[in-house]
């Protein structure tokens, strides 16, 4: 007679149902209905199916669902549906309820997406914004375990298109200005005996062969001999002004209309794909050449001592580009404001030629 | 057990998390995730929620330096951008009125733009362009000093649910055009506007909020409005159309709202209300819980008649607040007609469900104090009367606190409780 003893007691004493829950890993737990039935996807299974009214029928749950999260699921459901609780008392609850490490918490979250929990969903995904809310990449990186795949180039292509920084295309110059050199230190003589001219006067179809990267014989000499001249010029358009090299830009870009217009782009960021690849060349650790670009920022004539100060000036800036990559783009977004002023979509050689009267020494 | 997420637990999250945290982000943090890792790099390009507040670019003292790094931050994001976006919100005092906007508003209108919040810089009112009318999917709209011109082939928002419209140069038919277009059109806000004479018609239309200088209001086809808030400044263009009106506004204006639930009114609303004559139509607002009304000018019978007629027929008020807006009171001292008390409130109206009363900025007369008298002796449920004076004059207060004491109460539980600055 026990058994029946035993089963009367239970029910005049406590009248209460219980759901079977069965996690992925097979264990199964009992639940006090009112408390399962807080979830939607639990709510439809028992309502629909049938499921869970019993040990063996027990509802599965998603696969994303583990005991360890469905014990702190429960506990959300467990506090929320007991009615006549002040809005107050429920966000002292959410409060303290998400103190747990950012692991716990993304797991927390998917489970509760997949129970259809959308009131867990929005407290555990605002928990996580908030973590990741003024936190650098590097510490956002490390909270949540992300692997650091992208490639320097890419990591500043699209904020590239946010805050384009003359400095940043500064540096890209005076990289490649170091790379060609070393590469092209032979032809320096032949070079040396073709240039003469103090002006450039290449039309606006030369720079957009240039740019388009040439491909006549006679065009292609034209545009060798343009872009030597073009490197000399900015050589020397550089040098003195290394400092100011923003004033520079700006003096070299603003009357310049013709030439940034040939692609009919008004706005600074549309930078065309190929700009991008071209001046993104920005190794920040490495110097070792990348790319095969036209810009034309390539000196093969340098004199040692101004030589001497371009590698200076490379390492210095690079220094100063790679020491805190996300204080610097702080920097640059605050202070580059006031230098904005074409758009980038300009061809760096192009910028040069106007600047005549300087010459080769 | 174990984890049922990889080492790296977030970046796998489904779509609908990931932007549910980008979007509860700053626009520049959610920005910055792309340089976080490869499966990063455009999560956040796919937000539909675009919120360019205050803090969306770095402050700096140049002003126009910030003007223009938030230009080129919000036209690269849209650049960038793939997907639908459902909501774009700028709210941003340093950004001024540019051509791009234009350009912004025509990409959005390609979108499925749902939500849009313009409000820039005081002081400039830019010309929103047409193509924010071709926004055919628009549920939510707010614009705040601007120009709005409807072209001509303007058939209406077919979705449209919520209009807000802030200091807006539209011209009177337009506005009226528009909300009549709008069929689902549920929440109306129209703030800051000179001289306009209103004909509403907006059959799904609960909330409404008017604020400026109305000429003239008519709300002529809104009937399931539920909550109305209405602010009637006073120009003497006004005061003279006021004069020569030989409309009944208060039929005009709440002959067609049964189902009001909750009423509230600023500075000249009960005198605009209080002219003309209604007869003695019976409305009655059975959802009526709650009025409030500023600025009533207690000397004014008509707008006393205007207040006891909205409170007698509102067999279910429960909450009323109603402070006083006549800077002269004293030239009403003369002897009030005691005869209008008796006439009009008749010591047989209940209000049966008048629970909490507040008046603030009394001065003591005796239109206040009858008035008073008869909320306490109709109102047999009344839990709490406040009563706030207006200048603080021991004199004054003493003789309003004495007069108080005398009046009988209808409800045993009532409280008044006599608040002092």
Request: net charge negative.
């Amino acid at each position: 007679m026990q058994p029946y003893h035993h089963v009367s007691n239970h029910e005049s004493h406590h009248m209460k149902s219980y759901i079977w829950l069965k996690t992925a890993d097979g264990a199964i737990q009992q639940v006090d209905e009112d408390v399962a039935m807080f979830c939607p996807m639990i709510c439809r299974e028992v309502l629909q199916t049938g499921m869970g009214a019993s040990k063996l029928h027990a509802i599965s749950l998603p696969q994303r669902v583990n005991p360890a999260i469905l014990g702190l699921i429960l506990d959300y459901c467990r506090f929320h549906q007991v009615p006549g609780r002040s809005n107050k008392e429920h966000k002292t609850f959410d409060e303290k309820f998400i103190r747990m490490d950012t692991k716990k918490l993304c797991e927390l979250t998917s489970a509760a997406d997949s129970l259809q929990l959308k009131p867990l969903v929005d407290l555990t995904s605002r928990a996580l914004a908030r973590i990741i809310e003024g936190k650098t990449a590097e510490q956002i990186r490390e909270t949540f375990h992300l692997p650091d795949d992208l490639t320097e180039e890419e990591k500043l292509e699209p904020l590239r298109n946010i805050t384009d920084d003359p400095r940043i295309r500064l540096l890209n110059r005076l990289y490649a200005k170091k790379r060609e050199e070393l590469k092209e230190r032979k032809k320096l003589k032949n070079v040396e005996v073709e240039e003469d001219e103090p002006k450039d006067e290449r039309s606006v179809d030369d720079l957009l062969l240039f740019i388009n990267g040439a491909n006549g014989d006679m065009k292609g000499t034209r545009v060798n001999k343009n872009k030597k001249k073009n490197r000399r010029r900015k050589d020397h358009a550089k040098d003195p002004s290394l400092q100011n090299s923003n004033e520079n830009d700006s003096k070299e870009l603003s009357p310049l209309p013709s030439a940034c217009h040939h692609d009919n782009f008004d706005s600074s960021f549309v930078a065309s794909p190929s700009k991008n690849s071209r001046t993104q060349d920005l190794p920040a650790v490495n110097f070792s050449p990348k790319l095969e670009f036209i810009d034309g920022d390539l000196d093969d004539d340098l004199d040692p001592a101004m030589k001497e100060e371009l590698d200076r000036e490379v390492e210095d800036f690079a220094r100063r580009l790679n020491s805190d990559w996300e204080a610097r783009m702080q920097e640059i977004l605050c202070e580059g404001q006031d230098r904005r002023l074409v758009p980038i979509s300009t061809s760096t050689n192009g910028s040069t030629h106007l600047h005549t009267g300087l010459h080769r020494r | 057990m174990g984890d049922v997420l990889g080492p790296d637990f977030i970046s796998d999250l489904p779509q609908s998390i990931i932007e549910s945290i980008l979007t509860q982000l700053p626009i520049r943090d959610a920005v910055r995730t792309s340089i976080l890792s490869s499966k990063w790099r455009y999560k956040w390009a796919s937000m539909t929620h675009l919120v360019f507040d205050e803090k969306c670019v770095p402050l700096c003292n140049d002003r126009d330096g910030v003007d223009k790094s938030i230009v080129k931050f919000i036209t690269s994001v849209l650049f960038l951008h793939q997907g639908p976006i459902h909501k774009f919100r700028i709210t941003n005092s340093y950004l001024q009125s540019c051509p791009e906007i234009d350009q912004w508003i025509l990409f959005l209108s390609r979108n499925d733009i749902k939500e849009l919040v313009l409000e820039l810089e005081e002081g400039e009112f830019f010309r929103i362009p047409s193509c924010l009318f071709n926004c055919k999917k628009l549920t939510r709209l707010e614009l705040f000093r601007c120009e709005l011109e409807p072209p001509l082939t303007f058939k209406g928002f077919m979705c449209l649910k919520s209009l807000n419209l802030h200091q807006v140069l539209i011209s009177p038919d337009a506005i009226d055009s528009i909300i009549s277009s709008c069929p689902l059109l549920e929440s109306l806000s129209l703030s800051y506007f000179d001289s306009l004479a209103l004909t509403i018609r907006a059959p799904n239309l609960k909330y409404l909020n008017l604020e400026g200088e109305f000429k003239d209001i008519c709300l002529e086809d809104t009937p399931l409005l539920v909550e109305l808030s209405v602010a009637m400044y006073m120009t003497d263009d006004i005061a003279e159309h006021f004069e020569q009106s030989s409309n009944c506004n208060f039929f005009k204006f709440l002959g067609g709202v049964p189902n009001l639930e909750k009423l509230v009114g600023h500075i000249y609303f009960t005198k605009y209300l209080s002219i003309g004559n209604p007869g003695n139509l019976p409305i009655i607002y059975n959802n009526l819980e709650s009025i409030e009304l500023y600025q009533v000018g207690f000397e004014d019978m008509n707008e006393m008649l205007v207040v006891l007629r909205l409170i007698t027929s509102s067999p279910n008020l429960k909450e009323l607040q109603i402070s006083q807006g006549s800077s002269n009171m004293s030239s009403a001292t003369d002897a009030p007609n005691m005869d209008f008390w008796a006439k009009k409130c008749p010591s047989d109206s209940t209000l049966g469900h008048l629970k909490v009363v507040k008046l603030t900025d009394m001065c003591g007369v005796p239109q206040e104090m009858e008035f008073i008298k008869f909320l306490l002796g109709c109102s047999p449920v009344l839990e709490i009367m406040s009563i706030a004076p207006c200048v603080h004059d021991m004199e004054n207060e003493m003789r309003m606190l004495i007069e108080l004491v005398k009046f009988r109460r209808a409800s045993t539980k009532a409280e008044i409780v006599f608040t002092r600055e």
